[in-house]
């Protein structure tokens, strides 16, 4: 259980449900562990009473400002119960309750508990419902969509504003809601640059380097020529300052290769260039870069060089013991693929 459900503060104070007279017309529904439960657990002060009467009004079918109170408590006992955010959203609905203070009521969730998942949805619904009210109310169809944007631009703000209380800028639900915010209000083309901000902050940061990708597919669909060379160039340039930094030759291999959008690894001469210069670097100083080698390797296949993409494999299986499976696997497969032989 979380630290907040250990220092939960009721509306009543200490006041059971039984005891409040509003809740005199509910019987509550204990949980039911079956006649021999194999492990009875030890909740915090209150928990069950909260989730009984919660269960109670479930079965009535009740949404009511009491049941949403209701909710709140069960979700300050357990941010994550799924079923307490899911019947929140059916009161709220119900209701018809002022959604810009249930934005609120999620700042303190989502900045506390950003791995939550329950947190991150309901987010997204309650913006979704208040763009749908100014979509509703608006004078016009510019109107709102100016108001909209607005509105989505304050929830990117709060999302890096998350990230950064938390320090934690590798959270896959806050960069989850983040995109679903982007695709839905349309806001990729202003994206790149706070892209770039992070990775000038931390260069190893690879959920920046996955939503960099993403951003750069959001914008130009298909891939021009142009785009994809500016991206290998970023790649290389951030390689050249962090040469084992694994996110940007990963980031590099997904414009060249085989596949759509991707150009052949032999069209760059500038990255068998760099791979040699790193490769050199290196040995210099008495160590390795298997990215760099495994590059050159993949280099060599694509321009039908088997004779020295042997030799580089050759060369991980040396540096990389513990990929060495791996590294025989990729000799032999080329080995078949080609029908080389020794000379």
């Known amino acids: 259980f979380s630290e907040a459900s250990q220092n939960l503060t009721m509306p009543f104070g200490d006041t059971p449900y039984s005891e409040r007279p509003e809740w005199k017309d509910v019987t509550p529904v204990p949980q039911n562990d079956g006649p021999q439960p194999l492990a009875v657990i030890s909740y915090p002060p209150g928990f069950q009473e909260v989730h009984s009467y919660f269960r109670a009004i479930q079965q009535l079918n009740e949404f009511s400002e009491r ?41 303190k969730w989502a900045r506390d508990c950003p791995k939550n998942y329950q947190v991150w949805y309901h987010r997204r619904w309650v913006i979704m419902e208040m763009a749908d009210e100014i979509h509703a109310k608006a004078e016009n169809p510019e109107e709102a969509k100016m108001q ?42 202003d994206e790149l640059p706070f892209v770039e901000e992070l990775l000038r902050d931390d260069i190893r940061n ?34 050249r300052s962090c040469a084992n930094n694994e996110c940007a030759w990963n980031y590099l291999s997904a414009f060249l290769g085989d596949g759509e959008d991707k150009a052949s690894w032999s069209s760059v001469p500038e990255a068998e260039v760099l791979c040699n210069e790193v ?51 990729k000799v032999a497969f080329l080995i078949q693929k080609t029908g080389y032989q020794e000379e």
């Not at 914008?219 to 160039?233: A, F, G, S, Y």
């Open 67 to 107: 049941a949403l109170a209701l909710t709140a408590e069960v979700i300050q006992h357990n941010s994550a119960n799924y079923t307490a955010w899911y019947y929140r959203r059916r009161c709220l609905k119900e209701l018809k309750s002022d959604l810009a203070e249930e934005h609120i009521f999620t700042d």
């Open 148 to 189: 909209a944007a607005e509105l989505a631009r304050v929830e990117l703000e709060y999302h890096m504003d998350c990230m950064t209380v938390n320090d934690d800028f590798k959270n896959y639900n806050g960069w989850s809601h983040r995109q679903f915010i982007l695709q839905k209000f349309g806001l990729w083309a």
């Open 206 to 239: 690879n959920s920046a380097w996955n939503h960099r990708y993403t951003v750069v597919r959001k914008q130009c669909e298909p891939l021009t020529d142009k785009v994809r060379q500016r991206e290998i160039n970023f790649a290389l340039k951030s390689i």
């Open 279 to 329: 490769i050199s670097e290196a040995t210099a100083q008495n160590q390795s870069c298997r990215f760099a080698v495994e590059t050159l390797a993949t280099i060599c296949e694509a321009r039908g060089d088997v004779k020295s993409a042997l030799k580089h494999y050759a060369t991980l299986k040396e540096i990389d013991k513990i990929r060495l499976n791996y590294w025989e696997w």
